[in-house]
């Protein structure tokens, strides 16, 4: 006794099965892409209400984008171009050493031990009268003495908040697109 077996929709089955490594993919850098705009956006609204006296310029300088690596891994990231952002997420010198902050595993700055001396022309704004730097001069030139900033981040928290959703954001972006193969 022979069975026949007859299975339709053969082709369409393969074809399905063909593209889902690249719809996977689409949606995992698609999802990729939501987190880092809502990391950027939370870090952004940090910043925004933390900073006092501000021409924008940190502000407007945080970037995002999402790449493929050489390894073919997906890739978020979320940056400022700016030397400033360094200085605020870490803090500078012996007070932001001390300063509390939470750094990612592998993170260790090394802070300027000594106090220093920035140019008063170099700056926009009475350091003195905002921040409460002593101005001194030397050989008739003005300058504001400094022992850092504390650290005051706005990246590495804004991270922090946003990747518990990762999950959910990826499941959402690959089942809506495993609903365009049928």
């Not at 209400?49 to 940190?58: A, D, F, H, N, V």
Request: proline share 7%; charged share 25%.
């Amino acid at each position: 006794m022979r069975l026949g077996i007859e299975i339709r929709g053969m082709d369409r089955l393969r074809a399905k099965v063909n593209r889902m490594p690249q719809i996977l993919q689409d949606a995992a850098w698609d999802a990729t892409y939501e987190i880092t705009e809502l990391i950027k956006g939370a870090a952004e609204l940090r910043l925004s209400s933390s900073i006092k006296y501000s021409t924008g310029e940190l502000l407007n300088s945080l970037k995002n984008e999402v790449v493929v690596n050489a390894q073919d891994k997906i890739v978020g990231r979320v940056w400022s171009d700016k030397e400033q952002a360094i200085y605020r997420e870490l803090g500078t010198g012996p007070v932001g050493e001390a300063s509390p902050k939470e750094l990612p595993e592998g993170i260790n700055p090394v802070y300027t031990k000594e106090r220093w001396f920035i140019p008063a022309e170099k700056v926009a704004i009475d350091l003195n009268a905002i921040y409460g730097m002593p101005k001194i001069t030397i050989q008739n030139k003005e300058f504001y003495i400094t022992s850092g900033q504390p650290a005051r981040p706005f990246m590495y928290p804004s991270l922090k908040d946003i990747i518990p959703q990762a999950p959910e954001i990826y499941q959402e972006h690959i089942s809506s697109k495993l609903k365009e193969l049928r």
